[in-house]
């Protein structure tokens, strides 16, 4: 058997299944790997841990008393008097005027009710449709400014990673910006336009080397499109918490 | 505790906000290590505990009653600290230029031990350590800390940075591999 490398060594000492089963055999055996799996051992017990400073017993109250002001408590769903909760029963309420509206306006207001009936469920709609669009946005923005800060600190080895993500991104950052433009938000748009060239270039470049990813966080100032995706962050959090008043908390 | 953490996020979520405090209390000071750890920063590594613990309380519908909360806690806290690491990696290449004299990152260590040779090797030591772990990407140095420091699996590695398992285990063999290079003139005097 050949010897073993630094990475099957690595393996070993941290106890990771290694891809030859028979490498410890092979370390036992021979006198070359042993010396250099002491060496290794030797090197990675000199790097203790940093000693975090100690906390009191208090610390956790401590932490507790500094968040709660800033906390709103999620909201207590309430039950009416038959057990069914008030927001259950608020929409069967709501379901069954409409439909009893739907009716009347069928039989004696065909056209003009079927109208107010559409304005009616298209403003609930449009209501829901934005809060969940909020908070899908805030999750792809969360998910591209993990992927710029991997960017950052990236080196080739990481490059495959950054492409598979890159691609899954690119695909929904062009219908967010695409929506942005239509929807007259110049600020998100342009922002998803330079994210989008980013993610662009990692995704397909077929040979992703070191240099490009330089090049890429240089010419295409990455740094710069991190600190708008974060502005945008804040903005689209503010946005998604004022359509749901009642939960979640502020900062 | 596990059963006890659920049962709080349920009175939680059911609006008894108060609750939070037991979750936090229990949970603060493993987060607090690993932050420090993550940092090296005694004040930053406090704030992204309040952080953690803030994102943990606004995400917590998210929560998925068959994990353990004090990962998931955990998961962000690391989040964060990578955040901070980032950021601050940023503001020092921005210093970096401004620094005219390198050597200012010498220790210059005061004859106050009983060996003064020994305190100053041993301190040396430290501080290459310490420069061979900023020399890291932030997800080597994470994932290194994760597996060396704080004894985590790959597969946690991997679920708590949101990286395949395999970029895990290489993240930690590029740090060690890079730490032993940077390191290895120190051999002979360790």
Redesign the interface.
């Known amino acids: 058997m050949k010897h073993l490398n630094e990475e099957e060594l690595i393996a070993l000492y941290y106890g990771e299944p290694a891809e030859d089963p028979d490498a410890r055999r092979h370390l036992a055996q021979c006198e070359e790997c042993a010396g250099s799996y002491a060496e290794l051992k030797q090197d990675l017990e000199g790097i203790q841990a940093a000693e975090a400073p100690p906390r009191g017993v208090e610390y956790g109250e401590q932490v507790w008393q500094a968040l709660r002001p800033s906390l709103v408590a999620y909201e207590r769903p309430r039950r009416s008097w038959f057990g069914i909760s008030w927001k259950a029963a608020g929409l069967a309420t709501a379901c069954a005027v409409l439909i009893a509206l739907g009716f009347v306006g069928g039989r004696y207001w065909e056209r003009r009710g079927t109208n107010l009936a559409k304005n009616a469920a298209g403003g609930a709609n449009a209501q829901a449709t934005q809060r969940v669009v909020l908070v899908v946005l805030t999750d792809h923005l969360d998910r591209t400014e993990r992927l710029l800060v991997a960017l950052q600190h990236a080196d080739a080895g990481d490059a495959p990673e950054l492409q598979s993500q890159a691609r899954e991104l690119l695909a929904s950052n062009r219908l967010y910006r695409a929506s942005a433009t239509e929807a007259g938000d110049p600020a998100l748009a342009g922002a998803l336009d330079r994210l989008e060239r980013v993610l662009a270039e990692v995704a397909n470049d077929p040979d992703l080397s070191e240099a490009d990813l330089d090049r890429v966080r240089t010419q295409m100032n990455t740094e710069g499109i991190l600190f708008e995706i974060r502005v945008l962050q804040s903005r689209t959090a503010d946005e998604a918490r004022a359509t749901v008043h009642t939960k979640g908390a502020t900062i | 505790m596990d059963g006890n953490d659920h049962s709080i996020v349920r009175a939680?979520?059911?609006?008894?906000?108060?609750a939070?405090?037991a979750l936090?209390?229990?949970?603060?000071?493993t987060v607090?290590?690993v932050a420090?750890?993550i940092v090296?920063n005694?004040a930053d590594?406090e704030e992204i505990?309040?952080e953690a613990?803030?994102r943990g309380?606004?995400r917590?519908?998210s929560f998925e009653l068959r994990s353990k909360f004090g990962t998931w806690i955990y998961r962000i806290a690391v989040?964060c600290a990578?955040?901070r690491v980032?950021k601050s990696?940023?503001d020092a290449e921005y210093r970096h230029g401004e620094e005219n004299d390198p050597e200012q990152k010498t220790v210059q260590v005061a004859a106050t031990g009983a060996d003064p040779e020994r305190v100053l090797l041993s301190r040396e030591?430290g501080t290459a350590?310490e420069q061979a772990m900023q020399r890291l990407?932030?997800?080597e140095r994470t994932a290194f800390?994760l597996?060396?420091?704080?004894d985590r699996s790959?597969s946690d590695i991997a679920d708590v940075l949101?990286?395949?398992p395999n970029?895990a285990?290489?993240a930690?063999?590029?740090a060690?591999?890079k730490?032993?290079r940077e390191?290895a003139p120190l051999?002979g005097n360790?």
Not at chain 2, 12 to 18: E, M, N, P, R, S
Request: glycine share 8%; proline share 0%; aromatic share 10%.
């Open positions: 939680v979520l059911a609006g008894d906000k108060d939070y405090g936090v209390r229990a949970h603060s000071t607090f290590r420090f750890r090296g005694e590594a505990v309040q613990f803030l309380y606004q917590l519908e989040n990578l955040n980032g990696e940023v030591i350590h990407t932030a997800t800390i597996r060396h420091m704080e790959m949101g990286i395949a970029s285990k290489q930690v063999f590029r060690v591999q730490l032993r390191l051999r360790a």
